[in-house]
């Protein structure tokens, strides 16, 4: 298994922690915010207010693709195993949601709009040039049900197809760079090996300011004996004694 690698803090000093993940800046994140807007409104327009428990279990269940979004990563830092995990559960309640959308097409006469359909085509570049809840806002009061649940199942298999790919990814680096444990290890090693240098660095400065200093009293000696010499090495003359 290789090391995995130590992320220097900004002290240059070794790490356990693993990069931070801005998560606002994933678009997968982006994409499963504006699903769970959307569910609401959604279920708001087209659902009953009571005694339907699909309402809560549809709010829940994108709220949850979010939320395991946000914490996954959060602990990753220090756990990646928590981090697959928490992403799968995030993956598993996208696919409920999936599902429930699904289902009330069908319950309802509607199709998912697929490669055939005229309106495919334009709805996924959407969704996939869009990734603010500003875009889909102002559609969320004047959409049919047809077109708020095409919407939301194109954005769910966006965000399923993203976490399948980041889980296989984290499951590699696991796999090759190992845990908290790995990461540990690591970490010391590395401050011993940054110390070592530091020790080495010091020794061979000790060492060439102490030639130099030998260096400097042999021509504090030169000079005193060239001081008290004539120029043929003998003793200089004694100089006359005033009248």
């Not at 693993?18 to 997968?28: D, G, I, Q």
């Not at 959307?38 to 693709?65: E, K, N, W, Y």
């Not at 042999?218 to 004694?241: D, F, N, R, V």
Request: charged share 25%; net charge positive.
């Amino acid at each position: 298994m290789k090391p995995s690698p130590v992320i220097e803090t900004r002290d240059g000093r070794p790490s356990i922690l693993r990069k931070a993940v801005v998560v606002e800046k994933l678009n997968y994140y982006r994409r499963s915010d504006i699903l769970h807007q959307l569910t609401i409104a959604f279920c708001h327009r087209f659902l009953p207010a009571h005694g339907d428990r699909t309402v809560d279990q549809m709010v829940q269940a994108a709220r949850s693709t979010k939320q395991n979004i946000v914490e996954g990563h959060s602990d990753g830092q220090t756990s990646v195993e928590t981090e697959v995990r928490l992403l799968g559960v995030a993956r598993g309640s996208c696919r409920e949601l999936l599902q429930d959308y699904q289902d009330y097409m069908a319950a309802h006469g509607l199709s998912e709009w697929k490669g055939t359909n005229p309106r495919f085509a334009p709805l996924h570049r959407f969704c996939r040039d869009k990734t603010d809840l500003s875009d889909y806002q102002p559609h969320f009061a004047r959409w049919t049900d047809d077109e708020m649940a095409n919407c939301a199942l194109c954005l769910a298999h966006m965000v399923d197809k993203a976490l399948t790919t980041v889980i296989a990814q984290k499951d590699e680096e696991f796999v090759t760079q190992g845990g908290i444990k790995e990461r540990m290890t690591a970490a010391r090693l590395a401050y011993r090996t940054d110390q070592r240098a530091r020790l080495a660095a010091l020794e061979s400065e000790n060492a060439a300011l102490r030639q130099e200093v030998a260096r400097l009293r042999h021509l504090l000696a030169q000079s005193g004996a060239s001081g008290t010499s004539g120029p043929s090495g003998t003793s200089a003359p004694t100089p006359p004694t005033p009248p």
